[in-house]
């Protein structure tokens, strides 16, 4: 039982690349998030996906796109990288679909640097 | 709109000695509030949270926190610090805003425990 695994673990980019940030989780949970971790500002929500087949919007959406590709996997995809996307991003996933108490677990993280 | 702070950037406290990372919220509706851990290079780790019922939870590694609803706090505490509980931790409320989870973390309290 891995938990929630992101690859890769560290990327860098140039201004104007494209990537994509993989995620999966082995613990059948239905809610899958991503976020972006910067110095002072703790973690920010980028998007979540509350079940398959579904995503919504967080906190900093912009510059960013995501896919549920199955119940498993929650990429993030950088259409056009810019450095104010460097950041440290982490995928979370949690059981319930809606239950606000659900705890999240979170992956190892993504360092990416964008220059 | 919600918000969670921690006043302070670091704490640091003498192993054996009690100690307390503070966390005070503002949510709307009724909140559902979240430790996590993060070790260097490491995603976060589930140390308690609140729900309902009792103002005193306790969770992992021998910490607890207490809500406090007139002070809208969520302190976090342990009786005796270890030098191995020197992490980062983050404060989170979860909130129902419109049919949709909105979750916020706190910027984060370095705690450093002194040998």
């Known amino acids: 039982n891995a938990g929630v695994t992101q690859t890769p673990k560290f990327q860098v980019l140039k201004t104007g690349q494209s990537m994509t940030l993989q995620c999966a989780q082995d613990?059948?949970?239905?809610?899958m998030y991503w976020y972006r971790q910067d110095p002072g500002m703790g973690l920010r929500l980028i998007y979540y996906?509350?079940?398959?087949?579904?995503?919504d919007k967080g906190e900093v959406p912009n510059g960013y796109n995501v896919s549920r590709l199955n119940k498993r996997e929650f990429s993030l995809r950088l259409e056009s990288a810019a450095p104010s996307q460097t950041s440290v991003y982490f995928c979370?996933?949690?059981?319930?679909?809606?239950?606000?108490?659900?705890?999240?677990?979170f992956g190892p993280g993504t360092r990416l640097l964008v220059l | 709109a919600q918000s969670v702070a921690q006043p302070e950037d670091q704490v640091n406290v003498a192993e054996g000695n009690p100690l307390t990372v503070k966390c005070t919220y503002s949510?709307?509706?009724?909140?559902?509030l979240f430790w996590y851990v993060q070790y260097p290079n490491r995603g976060l780790q589930f140390l308690l949270k609140?729900?309902?019922?009792?103002?005193l939870v306790k969770g992992s590694y021998g910490f607890e926190a207490e809500f406090n609803k007139s002070q809208t706090s969520f302190h976090l505490k342990k009786p005796s610090a270890l030098v191995s509980d020197s992490a980062l931790y983050f404060c989170?409320?979860?909130?129902?805003?419109?049919?949709?989870?909105?979750?916020?973390f706190g910027t984060g309290t370095k705690l450093q425990v002194i040998p």
């Open positions: 989170a409320v979860r909130v129902l805003s419109g049919g949709y989870q909105k979750v916020t």
């Open positions: 613990m059948n949970h239905n809610s």
């Open positions: 979370a996933s949690s059981l319930a679909k809606t239950a606000l108490g659900e705890t999240q677990y």
């Open positions: 609140y729900i309902t019922g009792d103002n």
């Open positions: 949510v709307s509706g009724n909140p559902y």
């Open positions: 996906s509350a079940s398959e087949g579904t995503t």
